[in-house]
C-alpha cells in the first residue's frame, strides 16, 4: 500500500480552452515535475488525444487515465474515467453520436488539435468541443457505467458550469458516488451549507487549461500496488472510486 498522488482532471490542446502547449508530453512532463504519480486527461467531450497521453505517460512513469469532461443537456461539466482506454474510445464513439455539431471558430475559441505520441498534429476536431451534448445529468451515470467507467460532477465549488450552481441543490436521487473541489478550502463550506454532499467521496483535481495550473503534490489516495503494474494501480484505483473495497 503506498500514496498515489493524483490529478483527475486536466485537458489539452484538443479542448478549444485548452492551450496549445498542453500536449500529451508536456502534460506528462510537467506531472513529474509536480510528483503526481496518476494523471487523467479529460477533454471536452472527446476522449481523441488519450492514446497519444498513454504513450507518453509511459515514457514519463506516468500511470495515465483516460477520460472526458462531457458536457450535459443542462450545461454542467462531469469528470468521466475509464479503467482502460479502449473503454475510453468506444465511449468517445458513442459520445460523437450525442454531440450538437457545431463548427468551432478557432479566432474565437482556440484551436482543437488532435495529436501523436510525438506531440505532432495528425488531425483537428471541426466542430466546437465545449458546448453542451444532449445527454442529461439524469442518465449520464448510467450510460458511463455501461461502458465500464465512472464519474462525477465536476467542480461542484464553481459558479461557472458546477451542479450545485445550475441546479441550486445536488439532487439526492442522482447515482454518483464522488464530488470534485477544485478548491480544498472550500469542502467544509459545501459540507455544512449542501447536507448529502457530506456522503461523497471527494476529489479534488486542477481543472487545468495551462501547464502552470496542474496541481502539485497534495491528493492523494493510498492504494495495493504489489505485484507492480500500472494497470493494477489504476483497477486498484477505480476500486476504491466505486466503493468496492
Given at each position: ?182 478548491d480544498k478550502e472550500k469542502i467544509e463550506e459545501y459540507f455544512r451549507n449542501y447536507e448529502n454532499v457530506k456522503d461523497k467521496l471527494i476529489v479534488v483535481s486542477s481543472d487545468a487549461h495551462y501547464l502552470w495550473n496542474m496541481r502539485d503534490k497534495d491528493a492523494y489516495f493510498e492504494i495495493e500496488d504489489e505485484p507492480y503494474s500500472s494497470a493494477f494501480v489504476r483497477h486498484n484505483l477505480f476500486k476504491k472510486l466505486r466503493g468496492e473495497e
Amino acid at each position: 500500500m503506498n500514496k498515489y498522488y493524483y490529478d483527475f482532471h486536466i485537458h489539452s490542446c484538443l479542448s478549444p480552452c485548452g492551450d496549445d502547449d498542453m500536449t500529451p508530453n508536456n502534460i506528462c512532463g510537467m506531472a513529474v515535475l509536480n510528483g503526481l504519480n496518476i494523471v487523467a486527461l479529460t477533454d471536452h467531450n472527446t476522449t481523441k488525444n488519450c492514446p497519444a497521453f498513454f504513450a507518453a505517460a509511459k515514457k514519463n512513469g506516468i500511470i495515465p487515465i483516460a477520460g472526458m469532461e462531457l458536457t450535459t443537456a443542462e450545461d454542467i461539466h462531469v469528470v468521466c474515467l475509464f479503467e482502460t482506454l479502449d473503454e475510453a474510445m468506444r465511449f468517445d464513439e458513442y459520445i460523437e453520436t450525442r454531440r450538437i455539431k457545431i463548427l468551432n471558430r478557432t479566432d474565437i475559441f482556440g484551436n482543437q488539435l488532435i495529436l501523436d505520441e510525438n506531440d505532432e498534429v495528425i488531425g483537428t476536431d471541426e466542430y466546437l468541443l465545449s458546448n453542451a451534448t444532449e445527454i442529461t445529468i439524469d442518465e449520464v451515470s448510467g450510460i458511463v457505467k455501461e461502458y465500464g467507467g465512472i464519474c462525477w460532477p465536476a467542480h461542484i465549488d464553481r459558479q461557472s458550469n458546477g451542479i450545485i450552481a445550475t441546479l441550486g441543490v445536488f439532487p439526492d436521487y442522482l447515482d454518483f458516488r464522488c464530488a470534485e473541489f477544485h478548491d480544498k478550502e472550500k469542502i467544509e463550506e459545501y459540507f455544512r451549507n449542501y447536507e448529502n454532499v457530506k456522503d461523497k467521496l471527494i476529489v479534488v483535481s486542477s481543472d487545468a487549461h495551462y501547464l502552470w495550473n496542474m496541481r502539485d503534490k497534495d491528493a492523494y489516495f493510498e492504494i495495493e500496488d504489489e505485484p507492480y503494474s500500472s494497470a493494477f494501480v489504476r483497477h486498484n484505483l477505480f476500486k476504491k472510486l466505486r466503493g468496492e473495497e
